[in-house]
C-alpha cells in the first residue's frame, strides 16, 4: 500500500468534488457562464485525476488477477452514482411549467325528466357555468353525452358556439333531446348517465383550460311507480386541465 499516492488522490478527489458542488458565494447570479463551466470542468479533471493517483496507491494491495477487482470496484462505484442520480435529481431539468388557474364554477346541473302522469322522460340537460375570475373569458361546450343503462338518448360530439361570459356573470348551456318528443325512460331502468367537457379561455388568449364532469344519477322509486322518480346527481369523475 502506497499511503503517500493513496492520501493525495483522496484529496485532489476532495478538491475536486468541492470545485463542482460546494455552495456558491453571494455574486453567483452575476458570475458569468464561462466561468461556472471552467470550475465545473476543473472540478471533475481533479476528481479524476484524484481517483487515479488513489488508485495507483492501492495497486500493490489489490489480490490478483488485479484488472477484475479494479473493473468490479468501478463498477461499484457507477452503480453507487447512478442510484444517487436516480433518487436525488429531479426527473426533469426544468422547472414545470405552472398550472393555468382555474376561471369558472357550476352553479347548477339540471337533468329535466318531465313526468307524463304514467312514465318519465328525458328531456334535456342543463349546465350553468359561472365565470368568477377577474377577466372576461370565452367558453365553448366540446360535448355532451346522455345514457340511460348505456343506451345513449343524447349525444352531442362536436363543440358547440362559443360563447362570451362577463365578470361574475354566467352562461347557461342548455341541451334537449334531438327527437320529435322527448325520450321515453323505462319503468325498470336504474341509471342516467351524464358526461360533458367545457373549454374556456381569457380574452386576450392566455391558454385554453379544460374542465370536465361524469354523473350518474339513480333512479330510485322511493315514492312507488306511480309518482315521479327521485334523481340526485352522483358526481363520479372530474378533471381540469
Known amino acids: 500500500m502506497k499511503w503517500e499516492y493513496f492520501g493525495t488522490g483522496l484529496a485532489f478527489i476532495g478538491i475536486g468534488v468541492t470545485f463542482m458542488l460546494a455552495l456558491p458565494p453571494p455574486g453567483w447570479p452575476r458570475m458569468p457562464p464561462p466561468l461556472v463551466h471552467i470550475g465545473i470542468i476543473i472540478g471533475a479533471t481533479l476528481t479524476i485525476i484524484g481517483a487515479i493517483i488513489a488508485i495507483f496507491g492501492m495497486w500493490p494491495v489489490f489480490p490478483n488477477p488485479k484488472i477484475p477487482v479494479l473493473g468490479m470496484g468501478l463498477t461499484a462505484l457507477l452503480f453507487v452514482v ?15 411549467a405552472n398550472p393555468l388557474k382555474r376561471l369558472i364554477v357550476y352553479r347548477g346541473f339540471d337533468l329535466i325528466v318531465p313526468w307524463s ?54 352562461k347557461l348551456f342548455g341541451v334537449k333531446t334531438n327527437a320529435p318528443e322527448d325520450v321515453p325512460i323505462s319503468m325498470d331502468a336504474k341509471a342516467i348517465t351524464v ?5 374556456y379561455d381569457t380574452i386576450p388568449e392566455s391558454g385554453i383550460r379544460k374542465s370536465y364532469r361524469k354523473f350518474i344519477y339513480p ?12 334523481l340526485e346527481a352522483q358526481n363520479v369523475d372530474e378533471w381540469e386541465k
Open 82 to 96: 447512478c442510484m444517487a442520480w436516480f433518487w436525488v435529481v429531479p426527473e426533469k431539468s426544468f422547472p414545470p
Open 117 to 170: 302522469g304514467t312514465e318519465p322522460k328525458f328531456h334535456g340537460y342543463n349546465i350553468l357555468v359561472f365565470n368568477v375570475s377577474n377577466d372576461t373569458i370565452t367558453a365553448r361546450q366540446m360535448f355532451l353525452n346522455v345514457d340511460i343503462d348505456d343506451v345513449t338518448v343524447l349525444a352531442i360530439p362536436e363543440s358547440g358556439a362559443q360563447v362570451i361570459i362577463q365578470q361574475t356573470s354566467g
Open 195 to 199: 358526461k360533458f367537457e367545457i373549454d
Open 219 to 230: 333512479i330510485n322509486w322511493a315514492n312507488g311507480k306511480n309518482n315521479p322518480p327521485l
